[in-house]
């Protein structure tokens, strides 16, 4: 034993009493150098470089939080933003997190693409469900990289779901008139203006609910949508056609009072049921306007405008009843 210990070198006797010190196995250490020096392709520099960008890893990990910290966070950002807005983005949040409980407690950043994109097609069971999801998602991410939780949103490279519209029914003459006939008496007759509106303007059902009569600026035949008001954040000016003024002049109320009734949605439904409509589709009137803004003015870029579309193509594949067109001379805008 001696005489093999003449024969170690200087550099040999250095590495055992390096060992020693830092109380590893040989073993231990040889095992830990193979490694290294394999995932460096036997390169001392780029082992080295593997050593150091894990650290760096482990650094950015522990920099981190859990995706339901992430969720509140990004609520947490919209609290500016309309009550519906915040409703649905918790909602879709806590439906994914009851379906794939595990996501709960994964650290942001270690989240990947292909994961993200299996928990929505687990917990949501329709395009369209996928699709709003995926943007509360991305929302989250975005909140998450902006705080330095991670380093990339992994929903941008989701391919966004492909829904098929259908085509939404329009109403006809004789139920227009049945429909506007019962409003003008039922509760008093305070569920004509918003019907009104809807129907001769274009206006969506939530952004009526959020209008008050000061934003119906009749001298000078425009209604103000303000983007507190808008589905999309923007705001528009829609056009006062000669019936809705009619209707607007002879019910004109208060500019602080909401232009729907106390309790609205509950009767609205049951103005649907009172004037004979047993099934109600909630963007009727819209499309209907729709309809007959273009059999009157053939003109989709102002059309585009009246309904807020940020571009002409949804009018077109999903919101003109072409088997339902009107002829100009029966157009409910200029009667």
Same mark, same amino acid.
């Given at each position: 034993?001696?005489?093999?210990?003449?024969?170690?070198?200087?550099?040999?006797?250095?590495?055992?009493?390096?060992?020693?010190?830092?109380?590893?196995?040989?073993?231990?250490?040889?095992?830990?150098?193979?490694?290294?020096?394999?995932?460096?392709?036997?390169?001392?520099?780029?082992?080295?470089?593997?050593?150091?960008?894990?650290?760096?890893?482990?650094?950015?990990?522990?920099?981190?939080?859990?995706?339901?910290?992430?969720?509140?966070?990004?609520?947490?950002?919209?609290?500016?933003?309309?009550?519906?807005?915040?409703?649905? /983005?918790?909602? +879709?949040? @806590? !439906?994914?997190?009851?379906?794939?409980?595990?996501?709960?407690?994964?650290? &942001?950043?270690? *989240? =990947?693409?292909?994961?993200?994109?299996?928990?929505?097609?687990?917990?949501?069971?329709?395009?369209?469900?996928?699709?709003?999801?995926?943007?509360?998602?991305?929302?989250? /991410?975005?909140? +998450?990289? @902006? !705080?330095?939780?991670?380093?990339?949103?992994?929903?941008?490279?989701?391919? &966004?779901?492909? *829904? =098929?519209?259908?085509?939404?029914?329009?109403?006809?003459?004789?139920?227009?008139?049945?429909?506007?006939?019962?409003?003008?008496?039922?509760?008093?007759?305070?569920?004509?203006?918003?019907? +009104?509106?809807?129907?001769?303007?274009?206006?969506?059902?939530?952004?009526?609910?959020?209008?008050?009569?000061?934003?119906?600026?009749?001298?000078?035949?425009?209604?103000?949508?303000?983007?507190?008001?808008?589905?999309?954040?923007?705001?528009?000016?829609?056009?006062?056609?000669?019936?809705?003024?009619?209707?607007?002049?002879?019910?004109?109320?208060?500019?602080?009072?909401?232009?729907?009734?106390?309790?609205?949605?509950?009767?609205?439904?049951?103005?649907?049921?009172?004037?004979?409509?047993?099934?109600?589709?909630?963007?009727?009137?819209?499309?209907?306007?729709?309809?007959?803004?273009?059999?009157?003015?053939?003109?989709?870029?102002?059309?585009?405008?009246?309904?807020?579309?940020?571009?002409?193509?949804?009018?077109?594949?999903?919101?003109?009843?072409?088997?339902?067109?009107?002829?100009?001379?029966?157009?409910?805008?200029?009667?």
């Amino acid at each position: 034993m001696k005489e093999e210990s003449k024969n170690i070198t200087e550099e040999e006797r250095a590495l055992i009493i390096m060992m020693r010190s830092i109380k590893v196995q040989a073993h231990e250490v040889m095992h830990f150098v193979q490694e290294g020096l394999k995932r460096g392709g036997g390169k001392l520099r780029r082992a080295e470089r593997c050593l150091e960008l894990g650290e760096q890893e482990m650094k950015r990990n522990r920099r981190t939080v859990s995706f339901a910290q992430a969720v509140e966070a990004a609520a947490e950002e919209k609290r500016e933003r309309r009550a519906r807005t915040q409703s649905d /983005f918790r909602q +879709a949040m @806590r !439906r994914l997190m009851r379906e794939c409980p595990q996501v709960k407690l994964r650290r &942001v950043r270690s *989240i =990947r693409s292909e994961e993200c994109a299996a928990w929505l097609e687990r917990a949501y069971t329709t395009p369209s469900q996928r699709k709003k999801a995926r943007v509360a998602l991305s929302s989250v /991410f975005s909140t +998450a990289k @902006r !705080r330095g939780w991670c380093s990339e949103n992994p929903i941008r490279s989701i391919p &966004v779901p492909h *829904i =098929r519209e259908k085509s939404i029914s329009i109403l006809s003459k004789e139920e227009l008139t049945r429909l506007m006939h019962t409003a003008e008496t039922f509760n008093g007759g305070s569920c004509l203006a918003p019907l +009104a509106i809807m129907l001769y303007a274009g206006v969506r059902p939530n952004e009526v609910e959020r209008l008050c009569w000061g934003d119906v600026r009749l001298e000078n035949g425009r209604i103000l949508i303000a983007p507190r008001h808008s589905k999309t954040g923007g705001a528009r000016h829609v056009t006062i056609f000669p019936p809705l003024a009619r209707i607007l002049q002879r019910i004109r109320r208060p500019d602080a009072e909401r232009i729907c009734p106390p309790n609205w949605r509950r009767l609205q439904t049951l103005l649907h049921h009172e004037a004979g409509f047993t099934a109600w589709q909630p963007d009727v009137l819209r499309h209907t306007f729709a309809t007959h803004h273009l059999a009157t003015f053939r003109n989709y870029a102002e059309l585009q405008l009246e309904m807020g579309h940020r571009s002409a193509e949804l009018l077109r594949t999903r919101y003109i009843a072409m088997e339902g067109m009107y002829h100009r001379e029966n157009s409910l805008l200029v009667n």
